[in-house]
C-alpha cells in the first residue's frame, strides 16, 4: 500500500498552475479531503488483500487473486500519472474507467472466498466511481 501511495504521488501538484487553471464542479472536495480519504482507504484495502490472500484454499488461487490486486493498484496509482502527470484529464478519465472495471472484478474475486474482505473494499469501489464521476465532469468542463 506504501508504494502505491508514494507511487502515485509523484505527480501530483494540486497547487499547479495547470491544475488550478481547470474549471471544476462545484461539488469537488477541497484538496485536503483527498488525502484524508485515500489513508483509510488504503487501510482497509491492505486489510482487505492481507485477509483475503490469507483464506484462499489454494496456490494457484492465491497467485490470481495476487495478480489481480496488483493489477488494481497498478492502475490506482497509475491514474495521478495519467491525470497530473500527462495534464490530460481524458487519460485520467480512461484510467479511471479501467480501476473501476478492476474494482469490480477484485471484489468478484475476494467475494468467492472472503465475503468480508469484498464488503471491506467496497469503500473504496465507491470513492473511485464518485471519483470517475469527477473526472469526467471536468472533462465535459473543460473541453
Not at 483509510?40 to 482487505?48: D, E, G, K
Not at 488461487?61 to 493489477?71: D, E, I, P, S, W
Not at 478492476?102 to 473511485?128: F, G, K, M
Amino acid at each position: 500500500m506504501a508504494a502505491t501511495a508514494l507511487a502515485g504521488a509523484g505527480p501530483v501538484n494540486a497547487d499547479s498552475a495547470w491544475y488550478g487553471s481547470l474549471r471544476k464542479p462545484v461539488w469537488q472536495p477541497p484538496a485536503w479531503a483527498f488525502g484524508v480519504v485515500w489513508t483509510p482507504l488504503y487501510a482497509t484495502i491492505a486489510y482487505a488483500a492481507g485477509h483475503a490472500l490469507d483464506t484462499v484454499p489454494d496456490r494457484r488461487q492465491q497467485t490470481r487473486l495476487a495478480v489481480g490486486l496488483t493489477v488494481n493498484l497498478t492502475l490506482n496509482a497509475g491514474w495521478n500519472w495519467l491525470f497530473f502527470g500527462l495534464r490530460s484529464p481524458k487519460a485520467g478519465l480512461a484510467g479511471t474507467l479501467l480501476l473501476n472495471l478492476s474494482n469490480a472484478q477484485l471484489i468478484r474475486s475476494v467475494s468467492r472466498t472472503d465475503p468480508t474482505a469484498a464488503r471491506a473494499l467496497l469503500p473504496y469501489a465507491a470513492w473511485c466511481a464518485f471519483a470517475t464521476a469527477l473526472n469526467a465532469s471536468l472533462v465535459r468542463q473543460n473541453t
